[in-house]
């Protein structure tokens, strides 16, 4: 099974970062798993404390809808085919935009969701994550993913406890 290293969240979390105080924001930056589950987060200095639900929730929504946050917007419009999506889940469905599925060879292996700015200013920032995730890949930088075949007994050569 292929997962998203805390490793490489932290990497993208620092991606993240930069691009937000490039643009004179303060943001809260959620990475998560392929099963939305938080892996890393980080509040900037000032950063507002609504954004730290808002960007936990924006990178679960990324994962369990499959798609960026953004895309949410306009469907869930009055009128549009999701309209009322975000009342669903107790809430958590976020249809603003700075949430974006992370994928590996097409497969989804996390999420980051971003807030602090406008939406658009937000998008900006979850874009750099997704720039560092997919430079990650080509350069030998930090583990993006490991694999794990079995599991390790630290008592299997200390006989039985």
Do not use: C
Not at 44 to 51: E, K, P, S
Not at 92 to 107: E, F, R
């Amino acid at each position: 099974m292929t997962k998203l290293s805390l490793e490489a969240a932290k990497v993208l979390i620092a991606a993240g970062e930069r691009k937000a105080k490039e643009m004179g924001l303060s943001a809260d930056i959620a990475i998560v798993d392929d099963g939305a589950h938080l892996i890393a987060f980080h509040r900037m200095d000032n950063a507002r404390i609504a954004g730290i639900e808002i960007s936990q929730n924006k990178a679960w929504t990324s994962v369990a809808m499959k798609m960026p946050t953004a895309n949410l917007a306009q469907a869930a419009q009055a009128g549009g085919p999701s309209f009322g999506i975000n009342t669903t889940n107790q809430g958590k469905i976020v249809i603003l935009g700075g949430g974006i599925p992370l994928a590996w060879d097409g497969v989804i292996v996390g999420g980051v969701g971003v807030s602090g700015g406008s939406s658009a200013q937000d998008v900006e920032i979850a874009n750099a994550v997704v720039l560092a995730f997919e430079s990650m890949r080509g350069y030998g930088g930090p583990q993006i993913a490991t694999v794990r075949i079995g599991s390790f007994n630290p008592y299997s050569e200390m006989g039985n406890y």
